[in-house]
Every structure is written in C-alpha cells, then in structure tokens.
C-alpha cells in the first residue's frame, strides 16, 4: 500500500508540473484577431518557470522570460494596418501559431443589456444580416453562461457558486470574423458601430463585446477603487445585500435572491459572487483582457443605475480612470450613450443630464443623444442602427479627426429680453422640427403674478431663427425654470441639418428684483 500511494503521489506530483509547464495563452489571443494598430502590442501568457519565450509577428522576434509563476509578458513593435499575419510563440517545450491576424482599430464595447442586444433582435436585422459579411470585421464576444445570467428569479446553487467562484462566468470563445452568422449573434450597437468606423477608415476592426444584462456600474470597477471612495465603498462592503443604500430596487431584489443561499453564509466573499456585485465584472471580465491594446471604449449601461442618479457621477468618474489606469494606454477614448426616451422611468431625465455632464467634464469622452429613439414599454429598444451609427459618427469625428457633424444641438447659453428668452446652440447650422411641426417639448415653470401658486405651463410661442430659438413667456406667470426634453418619455422633434437630435436641458432664469 505505501508503494502504491507513494507511486500515485509522485504521479499527481509529476501531472501537476506537467500542467503548470503548459505554454499559455489568455483567451483574448486566437486565430482571426484584430490588434490595434500604431501601439507597442503587449503579449503575455504562461510558461514553465524561467523558461525563455520567444513571440514573433510579421518576421520580428521579442524575448523573455518567465517568473518563478510561469508568468511572462513582452511588448512587440507597432505596426500600421494590415495583414493577414501570424502570431508564434515558443518556448523550449511547445510552440503555437496563431493565424489569419489583422491589425488595425480595436474598441471595447461594455454594458448592460441594450449593448449586449443582438443584431438578430434589432429592427432591420433581416436586411442587415444577409449583406453583413466582412472579413475586415472581427469579433470577440464575450457570453455569461446561462445559468449565471442575473435576471433570472432562480437561487444560484452550489455548483453555479463554485464555477464564479473559480472565474467560470463567462462562456469559453474565440475571435470571429464577420459572416452573416456570427454579425447575428454579436451586439448590434457594436456592429453597427463598427461597421461604420470600417467604410470610412478601410482598416480592420476588432470588436469586443463585454455586455451582461441587467449589470451595475460598479460590478465593473475594481474593488480596491470602490473601496477607497467615500460615496461607493457601500458596493464592497461585506453586508452590501442588506447595507448598500444607492443601489436599483430592482438589483437588490434579483441579488437577494440569487444569492438566498449564501446570505448567511460565513464563507468569505460569495456575497459577491453576483454579476451585480461590486467589482464582479471587473474581475471577471475585464481584468482577464488587460494589458490587450485597445483604441476606446463604447458604453452602453444605466438603466440599473438610473434610479440614483445623484451616485452615478462618482461611479462613472471612477469608471473611467480605473479603465484608464489599468489599461496604461493614458486617457484613450470613452464614448457614451444617452438613455433613451421611455415611460415609468422617473429619474431618467436627471440621470440623462448626469451623463451630458460628464461626457463634458471627462477628458476625450463623449455622448450620443438618443432622446428620439426608445420605447415608451420597453426598455430594450431595437432601433439600435440609429444608436451604433452615431456612436461611429462621433468616433469619427473626435478620435478620427474627420469634419463630419457628429452632435445634435447643444444649449450653449441663454439671454433674456423682457418677455422673450433668446436660446444660442452649439453643433448647429439650420435648427428645424423633424417632422416639419412646430417645436415640442418646452414646459416652463414657475408663480402666478401673486406668488401664491406654482405651476407648470407653456412659452406662448416659439420661434426658431436659423441658429437660435427665441421663447414668448406668458404675461401673467413669473417663469422660474425652462425645460426642453425633461420627461421620462418626451415627445420632442427638434434637429439641426443633419438630423441629429437636441439634447434635452434644463436651467434656472435669474430672478426679478
């Protein structure tokens, strides 16, 4: 018996050493890759202790080695559009060969749902799909499993805890390129986007999708970010199901009970085995990806933040330089989308006004409108043609350096002459109504002459002059405050000269003496 357990020993021993010897590769690395172009390239994997890797693309070679761990990393020169190519890495026991690389533009697209939509859901997308083939386009999807996706009023059980335990989220995939097949399976924001970028740049585009429904803000900031903030630590705290106050009604429901076995459970940390746990995602899908060269970022996320809008300024803040600090690519591009018009959303219209505000405050970062898009019932709109194709506009126009227009109207400033307020925009040559009626939207509010009632009402009329659109307020009201667009469901149709939507506003006039 001590011969056979010694033997038996020595052989696990033996497979142990033979598994950690394995030359490795992230997932990010396959056959049919886009890395981006004019960037120091990083490569890294696993090897065998101190073992020398050599990595070697488009017939340049780069060495180094590995850590007592097995961990290794190496950058390869910067390259200009191209390919096809291969990517070969050897160590003194295996070697791999990836084939069929491109380099070119490669974006990160994340969010919740309404980024992880499919083009086969989207309106159009039957058209769409039978011409979509492009071998210029490549994806990477990145799919939770299905029994770990959190909008389902299921209890996570042991073996489902133990795979997010172990980093199992995500399903296993591969980099693929654009055929009518896979474009239908990937999100339509994210083809659309890209296809864009792709018929106006004619370089390869890399498309990674990171996109789980239903997903929180701050599932995709790393803890110890989180945790150093005064406003978002409540996210990692240990009790954070029964603790945190600025969380989405809705995700603390679907969390609680997905996690009803683990909520007094004395194992540490599998109150956050949860897609919206606080820094779940980052670790689980974003950290994997890193140091992988990207272009920018388009996000698509808020609906399960929107009921706090006053907590999603710190969260998107340190969303982006947690993003831009790990990445190490300094302040590259964070492209945003507006929340959409529907009905029942309450605290839409001051979350819409957080992202605005941020998109200017935030250094090389933006913001589509989508304010004429969305469904009054549905909060997963399939018009996303409309929302892919802006975000590729202002991509174009801010990252690109190419003069198209890429902005609706923008409230620049204001001035007040007696009964009549004078609106200036910026991103504007000919303001006009989409539909060809007279402008909608404007609520004014303020006092009756005796300042004993308050009130909502309406301009007496409107006026757009070219550039400019000039308010009659009523006699007999003290106007207080102007809005444009400030509902959960607007009905509001006025566009600039390419047809992109103004941005909804409000703002306060100075008061009489």
């Known amino acids: 018996m001590e011969v056979k357990t010694l033997v038996t020993y020595l052989l696990v021993l033996f497979c142990h050493f033979t598994v950690q010897a394995q030359l490795e590769l992230p997932l990010i690395f ?5 890395l981006q172009q004019n960037m120091e390239i990083p ?11 050599t990595v070697t693309f488009d017939n340049i070679s780069r060495k180094t080695r590995a850590d007592k761990k097995g961990d290794w990393q190496l950058k390869i020169p910067a390259h200009k559009a191209g390919g096809p190519f291969l990517l070969s890495i050897s160590d003194k026991k295996q070697a791999k060969t990836l084939q069929n690389i491109l380099v070119g533009e ?4 994340a969010g919740q749902s309404n980024m992880e939509l499919r083009l086969e859901q989207s309106k159009e997308a039957k058209q769409e799909i039978s011409q979509a083939s492009n071998s210029q386009i490549r994806f ?31 399903e296993p995939t591969t980099w693929q390129v654009c055929t009518a097949e896979n474009a239908a399976k990937f999100s339509a924001v994210g083809y659309y986007f890209g296809k864009s970028l792709q018929q106006q740049l004619n370089v390869p585009i890399g498309l990674i999708c990171n996109a789980v429904g239903g997903t929180t803000t701050q599932a995709y900031i790393d803890s110890a970010s989180l945790a150093s903030h005064p406003q978002l630590r409540q996210f990692v705290d240990a009790n954070w199901l029964e603790s945190a106050q600025d969380i989405h009604p809705w995700v603390l429901e679907r969390s609680n009970e997905n996690l009803a076995k683990v909520k007094n459970d004395v194992v540490p940390n599998r109150k956050f085995l949860h897609p919206f746990a606080g820094s779940f995602l980052y670790k689980n899908g974003i950290q994997p990806l890193l140091p992988f060269a990207i272009k920018g970022v388009i996000w698509y996320q808020g609906e399960s933040n929107a009921t706090h ?27 945003t989308v507006q929340l959409p018009t529907i009905a029942n959303r309450s605290a839409w219209p001051a979350f819409r006004a957080s992202q605005e505000e941020l998109s200017k405050r935030i250094v090389n970062s933006g913001m589509v409108v989508t304010i004429d898009t ?36 923008v409230l620049r400033t204001y001035e007040q002459k007696g009964k009549e307020v004078h609106l200036y925009f910026d991103h504007v040559q000919q303001l006009k109504t989409k539909d060809g009626q007279v402008p909608k ?15 909502i009402f309406y301009p007496e009329k409107i006026e757009i002059q070219t550039t400019k659109i000039i308010l009659t307020l009523p006699a007999n009201r003290q106007v207080t405050q102007i809005k444009y667009a400030w509902f959960p469901n607007p009905k509001c149709n006025i566009i600039n000269e390419v047809g992109l939507p103004m941005s909804p506003f409000k703002f306060d006039l100075k008061g009489s003496f």
């Open 43 to 53: 490569v890294w994997g696993k090897s065998c202790e101190n073992c020398e890797v």
């Open 106 to 109: 490669v974006w990160l697209c």
């Open 30 to 34: 396959s056959d049919n890759m886009v």
């Open 309 to 335: 809008p006053e907590i999603h300024t710190p969260l998107f803040e340190t969303l982006v330089k947690n993003w831009r600090k790990a990445w190490g690519q300094g302040d590259f591009p964070f492209y």
């Open 441 to 455: 939207s404007f609520v004014l509010q303020g006092y009756n002459l005796g300042g004993t009632e308050e009130s």
């Open 140 to 170: 990477f999807r990145m799919t939770a499993q299905d029994k770990a996706r959190p909008t389902a009023k299921v209890v996570f059980d042991d073996s489902l805890l133990a795979d997010l335990q172990a980093g199992k989220f995500y």
């Open 374 to 409: 969305g469904d009054s019932l549905d909060v997963h709109p399939t018009d996303k043609k409309t929302v892919g194709e802006r975000l590729g506009l202002l991509a174009l126009a801010k990252t690109y350096h190419q003069k198209n227009a890429y902005s609706g109207p």
